[in-house]
């Protein structure tokens, strides 16, 4: 009885639909040995769901099956020309086999003759399968560029989005199930102080669940999402970002404080009121870190929260700890320094910055006017670079970074200047909203949980220091004038 070897491919839904589905393929080779008076002792398959890899590593199975076995052999069974190889190279290492180890090549739907005249048709057949490979590959290449340039993904959406075919063809929405999930990621990390992995707990204890399956966020996906610029209104295409036209989920500021902070080295907070980066060590610069100690007494356990640098343990450093207390008297003490008693007082310090902001809305005013001069610098050089492109002076490696790059800096000035528009008409508004904050401070501190105090300390204090067991305290404006007291040695009687 005669023995063979085959191999049966679909690489596509396209091609099953035309009749070369893998059952069809194998019942046609079966027929083939059974009418020639043989068996197949061993079938290859390569499925449409097969990738690029799996589909080289089969095809090498193959050839070392066949010369490891050729002695036993009587042929290679195939469909097509095209079932057994998709480009030349596939093509060469079957008639390898077929001059240098005896293992003849037959294609039973397309026989030729072992003829020079059968050889070359089948070389001809071969030609053909890798012409239209490649033609194939090309044309999904120009099409996903296509794509690109209509500022449409290439691909599958991001977690947050979902593929939509509408009219026939491949389109992005907004997923209303998934992207409040990335909305609420995003803003815990920006703003409640959380690394990644208490990012992840959090969303958790939310019951926020990444999927039906897999409840818990895994941290390098939490990683991935925070730096995946799809959610700002880009698309990302071999190696590059490129406008998009999907909604962003993500504005920008809460953007760039988030590639802030993946950017710098943020430690734990653990909930601990003046620990995760918000105050630095008088002494080296590092951060304070927090630790609770527990102590057993005869009616319990005390807890007792101590606050020191992170490099506390390095040689040389200060071996010092403060107690929470203790940084919470001169948080409080400084709120109270804050507040002004006499209402006449307080209504005349209105007033005056009141007056003062209007300086700072001149300020503004010529800071808005060079960030415009600014914006249409940048749009001048966009103009100039995509003519380079045109003109093909450079390639679209360069072009699609360079163009990145000038994308974002527009954003950023754009973003700015809408900042600079808002508290251009705010500014007097809120100035007066802030010294009535300032006057509550200490009675909100005092009932705030652990997230209020830390927005408390932000909006208050631009930055903190300890030196020693001292805290030291850059106050942010118009908080500082408050806090340098309403009596100074130009006073005219009772007044500043």
């Given amino acids: 009885m005669k023995r063979y070897v085959a191999l049966a491919r679909v690489s596509s839904r396209e091609q099953e639909r035309e009749g070369f589905s893998l059952e069809v393929q194998e019942e046609a080779l079966r027929s083939f040995a059974k009418r020639e008076g043989g068996e197949i002792v061993k079938l290859f398959r390569i499925a449409e769901t097969a990738s690029k890899t799996d589909e080289r590593k089969t095809f090498r199975e193959l050839v070392r099956y066949a010369k490891k076995n050729a002695a036993t052999l009587d042929a290679l069974l195939f469909y097509k020309v095209d079932r057994a190889a998709r480009n030349l190279f596939d093509y060469v290492e079957l008639e390898r086999l077929e001059s240098e180890y005896g293992v003849p090549f037959v294609s039973v739907s397309q026989p030729t003759e072992n003829s020079p005249a059968g050889r070359m048709m089948r070389r001809t057949l071969a030609n053909m399968a890798s012409f239209y490979t490649e033609q194939q590959s090309l044309d999904v290449r120009e099409g996903l560029a296509r794509r690109v340039q209509e500022g449409l993904f290439p691909g599958k959406a991001p977690y947050g989005y979902r593929n939509v075919r509408i009219d026939g063809r491949s389109l992005v929405e907004v997923d209303p199930v998934t992207a409040p999930k990335i909305k609420r990621l995003f803003r815990l990390f920006a703003f409640e102080h959380h690394t990644l992995d208490s990012l992840g707990k959090q969303l958790e204890k939310e019951n926020i669940e990444y999927l039906s399956s897999t409840r818990r966020f895994p941290r390098s996906k939490l990683h991935a999402m925070l730096r995946d610029r799809s959610y700002i209104g880009d698309i990302f295409h071999r190696g590059q970002w490129h406008p998009g036209k999907q909604e962003p989920l993500i504005d ?124 249409t610098k940048l749009i001048e050089q966009q103009d100039r670079l995509l003519n380079m492109r045109i003109e093909d002076e450079i390639d679209e490696t360069t072009f699609a970074k360079k163009r990145l790059k000038l994308r974002d800096r527009e954003a950023d000035l754009k973003l700015q200047l809408e900042v600079e528009d808002r508290s251009h008409h705010e500014i007097a508004d809120l100035a007066v909203k802030v010294f009535e904050l300032s006057q509550t401070l200490a009675d909100k501190w005092l009932t705030a949980d652990y997230a209020e105090k830390r927005k408390i300390l932000e909006i208050v204090c631009l930055n903190l220091e300890l030196d020693d067991v001292n805290l030291c305290v850059q106050i942010r404006k118009p908080f500082d004038v408050l806090a340098k007291g309403l009596v100074s040695e130009n006073s005219r009687g009772d007044w500043i």
């Fill in 252 to 375: 920008r500021t809460t953007w760039n404080r988030v590639q802030r902070l993946l950017g710098s080295k943020v430690y734990a907070a653990h909930e601990l009121t003046y620990a995760g980066s918000l105050i630095r060590c008088g002494h080296c610069g590092h951060y304070i870190t927090g630790e609770r100690v527990r102590k057993k007494t005869k009616n319990g356990e005390n807890v007792h929260v101590y606050y020191r640098c992170t490099k506390y343990a390095s040689k040389g450093h200060p071996r010092i700890r403060v107690r929470e207390a203790d940084i919470d008297a001169e948080i409080l003490a400084l709120f109270r320094s804050l507040r002004i008693d006499d209402e006449k007082l307080r209504d005349w310090f209105q007033m005056v910055l009141a007056s003062q902001t209007r300086d700072s809305q001149d300020e503004s005013r010529r800071r808005r006017d060079d960030l415009q001069k600014q914006v």
